[in-house]
């Protein structure tokens, strides 16, 4: 006998669920590339992107994941030996800062640990001694994939502006966006970044890079561009097939037209509110569970929190355990430690795009289950407290 019959659930921070109206809207033969349905759609996709960021900007999309579009950012940008400031909270800030090293940009990475958000006060102390405006970006992730800690992208822009400093601020949405309230214009960020399988709940193979003029401004000095990755055609072709320097991706624009169909019902306040909730359904589970055992959130500002995913500490190797149970008998997949040392003491739990209560309860019962079947010691109420929640009251 196995429980784990059934329709498997993968909830982990990317890629996330696929609605179903989404995976058939990929059923269909190849359409023409020329003319037509396809060419029509995509026009429409463009603004539906802008709003989902909330900018009135450019919006480029790549055939691509996250690693290509946190490529893209850069190589629009900044020239090679350029100096750049890197803020870390996180596996996925040195990830960016990885592929900045490799296109022979000047790195200095502010590193602030894996356990609070950035120090605003330190980015604006470092913005103000750099007074020959050597720093030509800023970097930044809005919620780190690894520590599910959220960064204050309008607080970055605001450190700037007190230091009066110019360099292009770039945000890492590509965890939040379609989940955490994320301001693109109003907050000040000059490049947006994200990939299509996590918020976006579209099959991943997808990157959008999102700027403003000021970054628009800074890519006419960019040696970094080439051919492929350049933004300019992309976002102002004179044959669609500009849009994605070759053929464009026929079925993923199909699905992600439906994506955002979908955002659009439901509305991105309702949708970063949604998100909002099922977060501190976790949370309230996790911190009862916590009472009696090991298990505890990594980030304990609530304020600092993701709401697409939450890193979560369980000692020993208990994390592996527990998460091959859940996978093996219950049909739920829990994401890695990715990042942690060590990552068998880790996991995280995604909760992000196509995910709604039932969702959310189902795989904090099987954790339940899961930590009484291995005897893992927690604290009891953990379902209660999540019900709470959910109830609203
Ligand atoms: C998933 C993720 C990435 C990497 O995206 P890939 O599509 O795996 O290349 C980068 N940054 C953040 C914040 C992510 O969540």
Known sequence: MSLSNGRPYLAIPGPSVLPDRVVQAMMRPSPNIYQ??????TATILPDLKSVARTTGHVAIYIANGHGVWEAALSNVLSRGDKILVLVTGRFGHGWAEMARGLHLDLEVMDFGQQASIDLNQVETRLKADTD????????VHVDTSTSIKNDIAGVRQAMDAAGHPAVLMADCIASM???RFEMDAWGADVTIAASQKGLMTPAGLGFVWFNEHAAAAREGADLATRYWDWKPRVSPEMFYQHFAGTPPTHHLFALRSALDMINEEGIEQVWARHETLARTVW????????GGEMRLNMADPAGRGHSVTSIHLGGNDADRLRHWCEEHAGVTLGIGLGREPTSAW????HMGHVNAHMVLGTLSVIDAGLK?????HGDGA???ATSVVAGV
């Not at 037509?36 to 759609?41: A, Q, R, S, W, Y």
């Not at 405006?133 to 930044?140: D, E, P, T």
């Not at 309230?284 to 009472?291: L, N, P």
């Not at 996991?347 to 995604?350: D, K, N, S």
Request: net charge negative; glycine share 10%; proline share 3%.
């Open 36 to 41: 037509g349905e396809l060419v029509d759609m």
């Open 133 to 140: 405006h050597s720093i030509k970006a800023v970097l930044a």
């Open 383 to 385: 379902l209660s407290a």
């Open 347 to 350: 996991f995280r739990i995604g």
């Open 284 to 291: 309230a589970a996790v911190e009862a569970w916590g009472q």
């Open 178 to 180: 379609g989940c955490d």
């Open 373 to 377: 079947a291995l005897q893992i010691p």
